[in-house]
């Protein structure tokens, strides 16, 4: 089978050292074509990342040589990439994800600007598959051909959305109330100073309590009339600090029911969920989304990231709350699953579905 | 002025080493007693330490020549001292607090075992001043002459407690959910071992969220029929984690009221909250027991802990909460306002309404 | 190939278990025997560790019934296992490792019970497989028959004693002043308290320094009338520091040569350098024994620690030395290379060698 | 008596912000002007450093309305200050102290633009305050009227200069070979980036090794013809470590006599130690500039770094070098002693010398 050629747009950064990372030997795509700022534009993409290689693992040989390019270069992208991941600041994603998609690229992101654009399509493969049927209305709606744009939520989400998803399609939740301590690779690099974190906390991430709160909405929404339409009847209230991990976003979530479970109703609820990505069998789909351990003083946040190539989410400590129902704790590996894994398990979900496919034959 | 000799039961472990610390040159107590394990008994305080002292500052002189006694020595500590200081695990608190009181010895204590003992104090002196009401009864009903106990409360509550009170008394708390970030001073020494915080979350200390729940009912509760009668018109609900800070226990909390108040009014119920310690100007007690910090992302562990000698609770982040009406960030510092500072300020509150007496003159 | 029966003498402490870890699915050895303390006698393995697996992935399923043993059941491990690997403590090693050699167990250690013993090989097999001829006259003199020990030095020499080797034995080291900077994980569980290493670093480890100095001369000695004669034409100084890293002994060395190389020499000698483990092609064997990186900013610890399974030198750095001739800073894995992965690439290289072989057919 | 007034160049970084807290309440000097870059020229001090501000303790309320300028400001600071210490980025400093001392106003630094500069003073007025001699001969071959120019070393030599001067002038010291452990703060802020130093050792810090064996040198020297000769006898190699501590830099050290003492004239000489700001009793001054701790496991970085106000050295573990003589660990607070507090220092020095006079009467 001849792999998917795609372009990894501000591929120097954190995240985008990540995807690098991830899609070495993936069975469906292959890294061709990378973007960073002007001052790397140019250079082989082992020279532009000179001594800020921030991976566990070597740079992959394959993409050592690649020249990296600034985002203007929309001809040669046509050219080299079936389609590509955005790991741009928000501010430039909104004018070029919509350039690349205008101009036949997919765009498949991780940044924030289109999230509530109301036909993009916000996904968690595990929750809302069936919000790619968007896809066709926004290429009709926008005269765009075969480019689109989908998106994936902030990476404060994964660690709890999948486990209370699980729970609300059966049971309605109405309200939770949680509390984040996320890892210091979720800003990035250089991101926190040391002098910041070290024997410290701070209570503090900017936008980020106002996405955890909102993007949950349109994920479990639905599309009405070719937009999506939120479900405002869940209430969340995060608060986001940020601690001296080095990576995995860890949440303590207090819940109440509409119809209030019972403990084994929630742990086999948890249990036996699967969804798409595990009945496509998805290369980085986890075989299990939602591992609970027993054990009293889990998950941990070094112990337990990584869990399943670090896509699933590990839960823990169920018990009843004292004002609400159930409470419990759930992490997840932010740059991965709440990252490039995340954004590279879209693009295998697309890639199943039939929304990507090779330019050449 | 003569005085009070005071001893320090468990005085060489981290807490019993914070009283030590805090009690150098305190205007109304000198330390002239010390108790620990039996390994320790008959060495001079310097020696029984030895490659142990974890305070910040050097051992004072006035202590290092004090021999270290077993706890088995009512005779001396009467002879020695006019009250004790108790930083007894709870197991061996039980049984020994109850002795000293018998033999005439006023207890001090930061232990659990007496915590929900109805005749025993509970005491946060910006809070509940007025429970010392109940000595005499406790006295009384025991038929203890000049001796009796009174404990403080777990230091996890230290943090929002006092921030929580002002409000409660003024607008009525019906429900609040939290979330904790313990420091690893609060397990003790060795306590919590390096291997399991670095890089890492423990979302679990045993017994220490019950204890958050349980514990402000009676100290937010009143006498009856001599009697401690809890408040439980309030309902909490605590998640409980350990970080890798050193020293600092910080909460996000989510509030519901009654009565719900603006912002403005919460923050003026913060500002001039005074209290008893305040009007009675006690060495210890912070000059504003609740400090409110502006800017967006404090308070901070490191940057706030020691705010007025440690002592004080600082507050930050007030906003709307979008499932119940409130939410903040209050952080207090766990060995001194929540351990042994908290102890000397209740036994300075003691000694100023004429609890404490010299027995020498 | 029927794979051979070993044992894990202390198999649940922190040594214990990264053996358990790392001969999950091993080509030649297969854990059938697992020893503890007397309270954890009796127990499966999986209740013995419980709440204590401090491994990053999952206990091997194959372990986790295996009852534990405490060491007193000699006949069961005669039964039982082809040879041991033994994660004793100094004291009961001294005793215990003898029992078994003498009952017939092979013992391969890390203890340190018998490094300076004189007819014990202390070994590093990139360094000295030759020494293993000891094991013949071990073996006589002591009246054993198929029984013996071998044991691998302190964890503290593994990030420089082989980088050194490479070049003591072609330009010949008359000194070297090194400084390591350790992590926690050397101390084992709980080993060092959180409290005294979060901000700080401790400029003692007991008994570290003495082995960084001793044990290397054992290890370049050579057998001479049947014992270990030490090479002690080497001298090393050795700062040993605990620091707050997981995992990784980092290790800056100053070294003066007898006949000075060049730069070019230097790297050549660690580039090409190859030893038994790589001849025979050892499963554990790193294909490259000494890896130098280039960048100025290297080796460092979170990044550098698993290159090649863990098993690999990572040096970098080489510059001369304003007092001696050369320096630079090396890394090794402590807890892999460092000690059980150490332990059984020894233990491959015995097998390799004929000196491990199955009881049953 | 009226202060002298002081600005603070670069006054909004991180030394510039340790110069304000430490000048609170001086009883020589006051601040009165501060500069910083464009960005924030114009603002108040509290406006310029809004959400920035580093420091343990509140910003002393005297300069929170003092308004930032850019350094292109040679009138006013002429009128507003006496003199102004330097904490400018060494590329501005090299240009902007030349031109504040031609105006007239004493430059007090810690930039490293001029240390090597031949008539301007490299100062530890412990070591050298003969060093300012040569202003006169500054002055005069500068044609400078009132300003001139001092400065000190780099932060990485003050944890072991003192202790190896102190032993150096009786001893001769040959040669030393040392390690540092350098804290976070020591790269200013942001500096180093958290998710670079986590559960990590970066064993370079650019310059920083040729600074601690080239500035020694000077700082040993004496004055020949107008110009300072270095002190070639002593020769350093410096091997220079990012650790993640806060404050703190730790150095082990391994030192060659030419008379090699005994350890009790060692440990006299360090105890003995007294010189110039002790005899004038500056007010920054350390009671003791060397303590020794006699515990095995001393000096440890968070412990130690702030003895006597953050500006003592604290030295332990002497003990035979197996290569060398003697080998000890040194540590001293790198913001304090080895920045704004020995900044401080050396002003007080020149105030008390007569070489800062107030211009205003």
């Known amino acids: 089978m001849k792999k998917l050629r795609c372009g990894v747009l501000a591929g120097t950064g954190m995240v ?13 795509f292959e890294v ?24 566990p693992t070597e740079m992959p040989e394959s993409v050592k040589d690649i020249v990296v390019e600034n985002m203007d270069t929309l001809d040669k992208v046509k050219e080299s990439c079936d389609f590509v991941f955005s790991a741009l600041d928000s501010g430039p994603a909104k004018e070029w994800e919509e350039k690349y998609a205008a101009a036949g690229i997919p765009v498949v992101s ?71 301590m996320q890892a210091v690779s979720g800003a990035g690099h250089p991101g926190v100073a040391s002098f910041d974190i070290i024997d410290n906390i701070i209570p503090y991430i900017g936008g980020e309590e106002e996405k955890s709160e909102k993007e949950p909405l349109k994920i479990l929404g639905k599309i009405v009339d070719g937009k999506f339409v939120n479900d405002d009847s869940i209430k969340i209230s995060a608060h986001c600090n940020r601690v001296g991990t080095i990576d995995g976003h860890m949440a303590c979530v207090s819940v109440e ?34 591992i609970y351990r027993d054990e009293p003083n889990r998950p941990q946040t070094r112990l337990d990231r990584d869990a399943d190539k670090g896509m699933a989410c590990v839960v823990g400590r169920l018990r009843p709350c004292n004002v609400f129902q159930w409470r419990f704790t759930a992490l997840s590996h932010n740059t991965v699953r709440g990252a490039a894994g995340g954004g590279i398990l879209n693009a295998e979900l697309l890639y199943k579905k039939g929304f990507l496919t090779a330019k050449l034959k």
Chains 1, 2, 3, 4 share one sequence.
């Not at 403990?263 to 980085?284: H, R, S, T």
């Open 16 to 28: 985008g050292q990540k995807y690098i990372q991830l899609l070495e030997d993936h069975p469906y």
């Open 32 to 55: 061709t074509y990378v973007t960073a700022s002007e001052r790397s534009a140019g250079k082989k993409y082992i020279d532009a990342v000179e001594g800020r290689w921030h991976m």
């Open 257 to 290: 029911f509409e119809k209030n479970p019972t403990k084994e109703q929630i742990l086999a609820a948890w249990k036996e969920f699967k969804a798409v990505p595990q009945e496509l069998d998805l290369p980085l789909a986890p075989k299990q989304p939602i």
């Open 110 to 180: 991780n940044a924030s600007a289109h999230r509530h654009t109301p036909d993009v399509p916000m996904l968690i493969p595990e929750i809302n598959a069936d919000h790619l049927d968007i896809i066709a209305l926004q290429q009709k709606s926008r005269g765009w051909d075969k480019g689109f744009i989908v998106v994936k939520p902030n990476c404060s989400l994964q660690s709890y959305m999948t486990p209370l998803y699980a729970l609300h399609k059966e049971f309605k939740i109405k309200r939770a109330i949680i509390t984040t």
